[in-house]
């Protein structure tokens, strides 16, 4: 037996289950691995500062799998695996949950979200709290993807400084990226996981508002919200998803889930690309840099070599109305989600975070608090014409003369965009979304493709995925 250390970069979960298995790797020794990652990466070398806060209780956790796994066996494939969650995922132990605010540096959540809970119950080890765009980019206006008061600037690790790190879970993004844990998960309104995935090169899946819960989640858009993998392959976000979906009576959108499917890894078929039909809208490449239009129009090409059918003249709505959706769905969830915290907590509403904020302005307003502001000018109550009219409209516009009209008419397995373009009418559809690395620019930036479906479509996007990923392998990791 060979005594080769354990290659770090770019490990999957199924290398790291190999090696654990064959006795070359336990979880305790993996887990160092990584934090040795992060102490020369984070706020050291080109400091990515990525990871918020790490568990001190990791090494514990890992050595107690590592025995449970000599006594019984492996719990599945998520057992001893490192896991980064963005921190306005709440986790009952020793890391606070904070949403990159000032408002929330001392904040401790009482109990697990549920989806952390499903991780520990798969035998994860959550590593550490991701650092993000403050309140998950629902502050302000040109404040940069990635930056909070309390966590400061995330940082692409492909070009530090030089491309968007992509927002708002920029921090399990570059830590994913740059190796600081095997897998992350990242939440979504509108992008918040396509985006950061495809500017760090990653596979993100922003699934269907209900096939996971929400419930300890500090939230945005009751209508958009929804937590999802940010991983290195294909078959990692498969197995992660999996992980996490079922029903959770706290959460009601869960009922909605047809069928709970806790195993994604049947979807990875390498031809999973042949006789299918994929509809591109050309509106939706506008825009887009010359040079990374020419990327996009090469993968197509590759599809096309894998069977695809690409129908490139699909009309999707582009204009969307300006919505005032989530101006007041943040209020009323924000109140409910802080008026639960203890009495000693400096906030218990947006108002209050408001006026903290203009009290310490000098360390939490570095550029504004506009979006705060208006979320607040709404009552919370849901009860304005203003809102239940724009959220009809969401639904009319996305979903019934959208993205189902354009799939059903059109005979379409998915649609396909470029980076996270397509994001913000797959959001206010609340359908799922799968980006996938799709090769790099000449100064390096990362670009991705997006592939979006119908309402609980996850299982056929991850074929479209994994089949592409699989002919084409474009990651690469980034050198720090």
């Known amino acids: 037996m060979t005594n080769k250390p354990f290659e770090l970069s770019e490990a999957t979960i199924a290398s790291i289950q190999s090696s654990m298995e064959a006795g070359k790797l336990t979880a305790k020794k993996l887990t160092m691995l990584y934090l040795e990652q992060i102490a020369t990466y984070n706020h050291n070398g080109p400091n990515i500062n990525a990871v ?25 494939p998520l057992h001893g695996i490192p896991v980064l969650l963005k921190d306005n995922i709440e986790t009952g132990d020793k890391m606070h949950t904070t949403a990159g605010s000032l408002t929330l540096k001392d904040h401790y ?72 844990a095997t897998v992350g998960i990242g939440t979504e309104t509108s992008g918040s996981i396509l985006s950061p995935a495809s500017s760090n090169s990653l596979v993100g899946i ?27 392959t294909v078959s990692d976000a498969a197995i992660l998803l999996g992980a996490l979906t079922g029903i959770d009576p706290e959460d009601p959108a869960t009922a909605v889930n047809p069928e709970v499917i806790n195993d994604y890894t049947s979807f990875l078929n390498v031809d999973g690309l042949n006789n299918s039909r994929l509809g591109i809208s050309p509106e939706y490449l506008k825009g887009l840099p010359e040079e990374e239009q020419t990327l996009i129009n090469d993968v197509l090409m590759d599809m096309k070599k894998l069977g695809a059918k690409i129908i490139d003249s699909i009309e999707l709505p582009t204009n969307l109305p300006n ?102 009418i797959a959001a206010k559809a609340g359908y799922p979304s799968i980006t996938v690395p799709a090769g790099y620019t000449s100064e390096g930036k990362p670009v991705g493709i997006t592939f979006t479906g119908l309402a609980f479509s996850e299982g056929k996007l991850i074929e479209l995925a994994y089949a592409f990923e699989q002919a084409t392998n474009f990651r690469k990791p980034p050198i720090l």
């Open 52 to 76: 918020l806060e790490i568990n001190p209780d990791a090494l514990h956790i890992a050595e107690a799998l590592d025995v449970e796994r000599k006594q019984r066996g492996p719990r599945g």
């Open 323 to 424: 919505s005032t959706v989530l101006f007041h769905e943040f209020k009323n969830g924000l109140n409910a989600y802080l008026s639960r915290l203890d009495t000693n907590a400096p906030v218990h509403s947006l108002l209050d975070v408001i006026k903290y904020n203009q009290t310490h302005a000098k360390d939490a307003l570095r550029y504004g608090q506009k979006l705060l502001l208006d979320s607040e000018s709404k009552s919370g109550s849901l009860t304005e014409a203003e809102y239940i009219n724009d959220r009809l409209n969401d639904i009319q516009t996305s979903q019934t003369e959208g993205i189902d009209l354009v799939i059903e008419n059109n005979n379409l397995d998915a649609l396909v965009f470029a980076n996270n373009y397509g994001a913000g």
């Open 109 to 180: 959540a009482k109990e697990d979200a549920h989806i952390s809970k499903k991780l520990r119950e798969a035998g994860a080890i959550i590593l550490g709290k991701a650092n993000l765009t403050e309140w998950a980019n629902f502050m302000t206006v040109g404040m940069p993807n990635g930056y909070s008061s309390h966590g400061g600037q995330v940082l692409n690790p492909y070009g530090p400084g030089k491309f968007d790190v992509g927002g708002s879970s920029s921090g399990p993004g570059a830590g994913i990226a740059a190796n600081f």
């Open 206 to 232: 922003k699934p269907t508002v209900g096939l996971l819960s929400r419930t300890g989640i500090i939230p945005i858009a009751n209508s958009q919200d929804i937590a999802g993998p940010m991983t290195r």
